[in-house]
C-alpha cells in the first residue's frame, strides 16, 4: 500500500531554514508528481510545491517562489523540501502528497489522492 513518511519538521525563528523529507513506499515512485502542502490553523489546506514525474515541471506557491526548493530522487523514493528565510506565516503542518494519477501535473488538493501524516513547522519573530 502507498506509505509517505514526513520528517524534519520542528521550531526556528524567523529567517532561518529547514529541511522536510517524505520517504515514499508501496508504489513506482518515478511516475507520479509529489508535492508538498500546508494546513495553518483555521485554513485550509494549499499548495506549497509540486515537482512532476517527468522532472520537467516545477511548480511553487506564489507565497514560497525563491525562498522555498523542492527536489526529488528517485533512486531513494524521497522529496524534499528545503525551506529558507522562513517567516512566521510559513508556521503550519505540513504534508507530502501523491498525485492520484500517473504521469499527471497539477497543484489542486483534490488531484492528490494519498497523504502522509503530516509534520508540524512552527516560525517564532
Known amino acids: 500500500q502507498v506509505q509517505l513518511v514526513e520528517s524534519g519538521g520542528g521550531l526556528v525563528q524567523a529567517g532561518e531554514s529547514l529541511r522536510l523529507s517524505c520517504a515514499a513506499s508501496?508504489?513506482?515512485?518515478?511516475?507520479?508528481?509529489m508535492g508538498w502542502f500546508r494546513q495553518a490553523p483555521g485554513k485550509e489546506r494549499e499548495f506549497v510545491a509540486g515537482f512532476s514525474w517527468n522532472g520537467i515541471s516545477i511548480d511553487y506557491a506564489d507565497s514560497v517562489k525563491g525562498r522555498f526548493t523542492i527536489s526529488r530522487d528517485n533512486a531513494k523514493n524521497t522529496v524534499y523540501l528545503q525551506m529558507n528565510s522562513l517567516k512566521p506565516e510559513d508556521t503550519a503542518v505540513y504534508y507530502c502528497?501523491?498525485?492520484?494519477?500517473?504521469?499527471?501535473?497539477?497543484?489542486?488538493?483534490?488531484?492528490?489522492?494519498?497523504w502522509g501524516q503530516g509534520t508540524q513547522v512552527t516560525v517564532s519573530s
Open positions: 502528497a501523491r498525485s492520484t494519477m500517473s504521469r499527471f501535473m497539477s497543484r489542486r488538493v483534490g488531484d492528490f489522492g494519498s
Open positions: 508501496g508504489f513506482a515512485f518515478s511516475t507520479y508528481t
